[in-house]
């Protein structure tokens, strides 16, 4: 830190939140990542315009049509047709809206829940907080998928579901980082100061406390979505996510399995916008994470 | 500048055989034992001791700030003419910040690192201040114009481009100045200042003390500056009380207990303060440590390192008057040793 003084020229310093934007821009890494997935948000909102054909639409004279560079291509449809002859490329883009619109619903039903969670058994503490750990406990006890599925299993497929099934236990993920910081948080000095100047713990804990522990949630958030996106992948690969005909990069994979050793390029393609969204997902939350983390600043 | 006893009016705060303990697992801990003081209107009171000796305590007390374990046992809390100590966490808060209003021991820390100072003054008069009027957004004009002027009060150069600042952008003085500004933006009857320069260098030390007594005087308010200097409180403060292991041992008017302190301690304080005017004074630190408080034998606390200590004073002692106005807590009358 700079060692500052009274003099007006240096208060033009800007705000936290701009200084970490900053940080985070300097790494080419991080950036690229983020354009990734920037990339992909607009090819979920603007599918209708990018998709070259119809994703339901069958055409069964195009059946396992090979990409475009391969012998039988065609150029109109470049990473070829599936069994059913549909569009490959066009099935990816209207997946990423499945995709990412399950993992931001998802992470931000769990987030806000957790954040009141982790709230109140941080500052509160005592039976509130013996309360809520151990939900948090039993919850963590269970493998995350097998109680996804065990869920979609009991309520039924269905995008509402979906959420409900995924959102019901990553919100313990969230509020268990909150609780943490919360704690150390509510024994700074500010927060005495506060209340000795008249503020409730409401206003201590949303106005004092909570924006001084956004940043570790916010990182998190970005992990648990790409996270959320492989869970998703995975119900849908296993028949309990979206449902035909909706294209799901999950469902997609699970489609070409039976031809994997002819047909590569039908499992292939939706198996690596998944990759390439989770990696994004995972290198731009580790670039939030250095950038909102002082120990890294120079 | 000292007004007679019989020339006061009532006290703005009387605290009356306040007893706060600390239930700890090595025992009970009490941290503050049967203080009694008053704090009068437009009056600065000092309140000196050692770390450990209560001072933080009592106040803390006073303002509804004890945290469990800790626990206030007995005695009462007159502010205002009403025992504080059955309000109701409602009225504590609206009491705090807007009539009382106290800053921490560290300017470092008690501004909050996520907001700029502005919005940190902003706040104070947005909850409090009942002569905001009109719509929301004149309320906030109001309260913004009102925030600028603390800002200028307390002396911070360029206040308005200042407004926008961070915490970390200021120096120790200057956050402490903010720190004294959100004590002072809704001109509290009683300001509660709390080691308010110990964190700076001396300088600094005298301007904030200067600005805290000349807003006293311009305000009318009262100022309670706790802290271990008696050298500050014998500058800025009309009346003095020693605190030791949680027991006040001396009170009074701040020049007489300078010049005639009254309890071996007090001496003990003076005599450890080097002087310029007298090189040739040997300077006397006062031997051993404040004794842990847990488990007090009877008599006198300051009994092991006091140097005229007879069997006398292991029984029970009392505050006694030994002049108008002064009380202290020793067998011996002032001149005595």
Same mark, same amino acid.
């Given at each position: 830190?700079?060692?500052?003084?009274?003099?007006?020229?240096?208060?033009?310093?800007?705000?936290?939140?701009?200084?970490?934007?900053?940080?985070?821009?300097? #790494?080419?890494?991080?950036?690229?990542?983020?354009?990734?997935?920037?990339?992909?948000?607009?090819?979920?909102?603007? !599918?209708?315009?990018?998709?070259?054909?119809?994703?339901?639409?069958?055409?069964?004279?195009?059946?396992?049509?090979?990409?475009?560079?391969?012998?039988?291509?065609?150029?109109?449809?470049?990473?070829?047709?599936?069994?059913?002859?549909?569009?490959?490329? #066009?099935?990816?883009?209207?997946?990423?809206?499945? #995709?990412?619109?399950?993992?931001?619903?998802?992470?931000?039903?769990?987030?806000?829940?957790?954040?009141?969670?982790?709230?109140?058994?941080?500052?509160?503490?005592?039976?509130?907080?013996?309360?809520? #750990?151990?939900?948090?406990?039993?919850?963590?006890?269970?493998?995350?998928?097998?109680?996804?599925?065990?869920?979609?299993?009991?309520?039924?497929?269905?995008?509402?579901?979906?959420?409900?099934?995924?959102?019901?236990?990553?919100?313990?993920?969230?509020?268990?980082?909150?609780?943490?910081?919360?704690?150390? !948080?509510?024994?700074?000095?500010?927060?005495?100061?506060?209340?000795?100047?008249?503020?409730?713990?409401?206003?201590?804990?949303?106005?004092?406390?909570?924006?001084?522990?956004?940043?570790?949630?916010?990182?998190?958030?970005?992990?648990?979505? !790409?996270?959320?996106?492989?869970?998703?992948?995975?119900?849908?690969?296993?028949?309990?996510?979206?449902?035909?005909?909706?294209?799901?990069?999950?469902?997609?994979?699970?489609?070409?399995?039976?031809?994997?050793?002819?047909?590569?390029?039908?499992?292939?393609?939706?198996?690596?916008?998944?990759?390439?969204?989770?990696?994004?997902?995972?290198?731009?939350?580790?670039?939030?994470?250095?950038?909102?983390?002082?120990?890294?600043?120079? | 500048?000292?007004?007679?006893?019989?020339?006061?009016?009532?006290?703005?705060?009387?605290?009356?055989?306040?007893?706060?303990?600390?239930?700890?697992?090595?025992?009970?801990?009490?941290?503050?034992?049967?203080?009694?003081?008053?704090?009068?209107?437009?009056?600065?009171?000092?309140?000196?001791?050692?770390?450990?000796?209560?001072?933080?305590?009592?106040?803390?007390?006073?303002?509804?700030?004890?945290?469990?374990?800790?626990?206030?046992?007995?005695?009462?809390?007159?502010?205002?003419?009403?025992?504080?100590?059955?309000?109701?966490?409602?009225?504590?808060?609206?009491?705090?910040?807007?009539?009382?209003?106290?800053?921490?021991?560290?300017?470092?820390?008690?501004?909050?690192?996520?907001?700029?100072?502005?919005?940190?003054?902003?706040?104070?008069?947005?909850?409090?201040?009942?002569?905001?009027?009109?719509?929301?957004?004149?309320?906030?004009?109001?309260?913004?114009?009102?925030?600028?002027?603390?800002?200028?009060?307390?002396?911070?150069?360029?206040?308005?481009?200042?407004?926008?600042?961070?915490?970390?952008?200021?120096?120790?003085?200057?956050?402490?100045?903010?720190?004294?500004?959100?004590?002072?933006?809704?001109?509290?009857?009683?300001?509660?200042?709390?080691?308010?320069?110990?964190?700076?260098?001396?300088?600094?030390?005298?301007?904030?003390?200067?600005?805290?007594?000349?807003?006293?005087?311009?305000?009318?308010?009262?100022?309670?500056?706790?802290?271990?200097?008696?050298?500050?409180?014998?500058?800025?403060?009309?009346?003095?009380?020693?605190?030791?292991?949680?027991?006040?041992?001396?009170?009074?008017?701040?020049?007489?207990?300078?010049?005639?302190?009254?309890?071996?301690?007090?001496?003990?304080?003076?005599?450890?303060?080097?002087?310029?005017?007298?090189?040739?004074?040997?300077?006397?630190?006062?031997?051993?440590?404040?004794?842990?408080?847990?488990?007090?034998?009877?008599?006198?606390?300051?009994?092991?390192?006091?140097?005229?200590?007879?069997?006398?004073?292991?029984?029970?002692?009392?505050?006694?008057?030994?002049?108008?106005?002064?009380?202290?807590?020793?067998?011996?009358?002032?001149?005595?040793?």
């Amino acid at each position: 830190m700079t060692l500052l003084t009274n003099s007006a020229e240096i208060s033009a310093e800007p705000s936290p939140i701009v200084r970490n934007l900053k940080m985070f821009a300097r #790494s080419r890494l991080s950036l690229v990542s983020i354009l990734v997935v920037i990339g992909f948000f607009l090819l979920a909102i603007l !599918a209708p315009f990018i998709a070259p054909h119809d994703p339901n639409e069958t055409d069964l004279f195009l059946r396992l049509l090979p990409p475009f560079w391969l012998e039988g291509g065609d150029i109109a449809y470049p990473l070829g047709c599936d069994a059913l002859g549909r569009d490959i490329l #066009s099935r990816i883009i209207y997946g990423s809206r499945v #995709s990412i619109f399950i993992g931001l619903s998802v992470i931000l039903i769990a987030t806000t829940i957790g954040i009141i969670a982790g709230l109140a058994a941080g500052f509160f503490g005592g039976w509130i907080d013996s309360a809520i #750990s151990r939900i948090v406990d039993i919850l963590l006890a269970f493998p995350y998928l097998i109680f996804a599925i065990a869920l979609m299993a009991m309520m039924g497929p269905g995008l509402q579901n979906i959420l409900i099934a995924l959102a019901y236990k990553e919100w313990v993920i969230p509020c268990r980082v909150v609780r943490g910081e919360v704690l150390s !948080a509510r024994n700074a000095e500010y927060v005495e100061a506060a209340k000795a100047s008249g503020a409730s713990d409401r206003y201590i804990m949303v106005r004092e406390i909570l924006p001084n522990i956004l940043s570790p949630v916010i990182v998190v958030s970005t992990v648990r979505m !790409a996270h959320v996106i492989i869970l998703e992948a995975s119900l849908s690969f296993l028949g309990l996510g979206i449902q035909p005909p909706t294209a799901s990069w999950g469902s997609m994979v699970a489609d070409g399995r039976v031809f994997m050793l002819e047909s590569w390029w039908v499992s292939t393609f939706p198996g690596l916008a998944i990759l390439l969204l989770v990696l994004a997902l995972n290198i731009a939350s580790q670039g939030l994470r250095d950038a909102f983390d002082p120990k890294f600043h120079d | 500048m000292t007004t007679k006893l019989s020339e006061r009016s009532d006290p703005i705060l009387r605290v009356s055989d306040l007893q706060t303990n600390f239930a700890t697992r090595a025992g009970i801990v009490t941290a503050v034992d049967g203080v009694s003081l008053d704090v009068y209107s437009g009056e600065s009171l000092g309140v000196v001791g050692e770390s450990g000796s209560g001072k933080s305590v009592t106040f803390a007390s006073v303002m509804g700030l004890i945290k469990h374990p800790g626990k206030i046992t007995r005695g009462s809390i007159d502010f205002l003419g009403q025992n504080i100590l059955n309000f109701s966490e409602k009225q504590y808060q609206q009491m705090r910040g807007k009539d009382i209003a106290m800053t921490m021991q560290d300017a470092l820390t008690a501004l909050n690192p996520a907001f700029t100072v502005g919005d940190q003054i902003l706040e104070v008069i947005l909850v409090h201040d009942d002569d905001l009027s009109g719509s929301r957004r004149q309320k906030k004009q109001q309260a913004y114009q009102k925030a600028l002027d603390m800002m200028n009060l307390v002396g911070i150069p360029s206040a308005e481009s200042r407004m926008d600042d961070y915490p970390h952008q200021f120096s120790g003085g200057m956050r402490q100045r903010i720190m004294i500004a959100i004590a002072l933006a809704c001109k509290p009857r009683l300001l509660i200042a709390d080691e308010p320069t110990t964190a700076l260098d001396v300088t600094i030390q005298a301007q904030v003390l200067e600005l805290i007594a000349r807003i006293r005087k311009d305000l009318g308010m009262s100022v309670v500056l706790i802290t271990h200097d008696l050298g500050v409180v014998s500058e800025y403060c009309d009346h003095v009380v020693v605190m030791y292991a949680g027991q006040i041992v001396e009170s009074g008017p701040t020049a007489e207990v300078i010049k005639t302190p009254a309890h071996p301690y007090t001496r003990g304080l003076l005599s450890s303060i080097p002087s310029l005017d007298d090189l040739d004074r040997i300077i006397e630190p006062i031997p051993g440590q404040v004794p842990e408080l847990i488990n007090l034998p009877e008599g006198c606390r300051f009994y092991s390192r006091c140097s005229f200590a007879t069997d006398a004073c292991q029984k029970t002692i009392d505050m006694v008057s030994v002049a108008e106005e002064r009380q202290v807590r020793c067998i011996l009358k002032a001149g005595e040793y």
